[in-house]
Nanobody, 119 residues
Framework: QVQLVESGGGLVQAGGSLRLSCAAS????MGWFRQAPGKEREFVVF????????LYADSVKGRFTISRDNAKNTVYLQMNSLKPEDTAVYYC????????????????WGQGTQVTVSS
């Protein structure tokens, strides 16, 4: 079992920044997904167990940065140059796979945090 608790969402203007956090009950490979109203859950970024391998969706590459503090079992998502199309509920999730871009690869999910970007 892995418990995940997200924080850091909010309302920001286009071009602004937010940092999301995901505290896990133990160390594991992690991913962030997002889901906008009426749309399917979408892969955003993955980070492996050690933190030395990451994978980004093309839509966020160059704007978002994932990192982790293994001493705190916490993963961070720094989001810069936010756009209205980034508006969604963001979820962190834990996987035991070597790499994961599909929601079906993830066994545990956080409760989600709302990110709203105004134009």
């Amino acid at each position: 079992q892995v418990q995940l608790v997200e924080s850091g969402g909010g309302l920001v203007q286009a071009g602004g920044s937010l940092r999301l956090s995901c505290a896990a009950s133990r160390r594991t490979a992690m991913g962030w997904f997002r889901q906008a109203p009426g749309k399917e859950r979408e892969f955003v970024v993955f980070i492996n167990w050690s933190g030395d391998s990451t994978l980004y969706a093309d839509s966020v590459k160059g704007r978002f940065t994932i990192s982790r503090d293994n001493a705190k079992n916490t993963v961070y998502l720094q989001m810069n140059s936010l756009k209205p199309e980034d508006t969604a509920v963001y979820y962190c999730a834990a996987t035991s796979d070597y790499i994961g871009i599909s929601p079906s690869q993830y066994d545990y999910w956080g409760q989600g945090t709302q990110v709203t970007v105004s134009s």
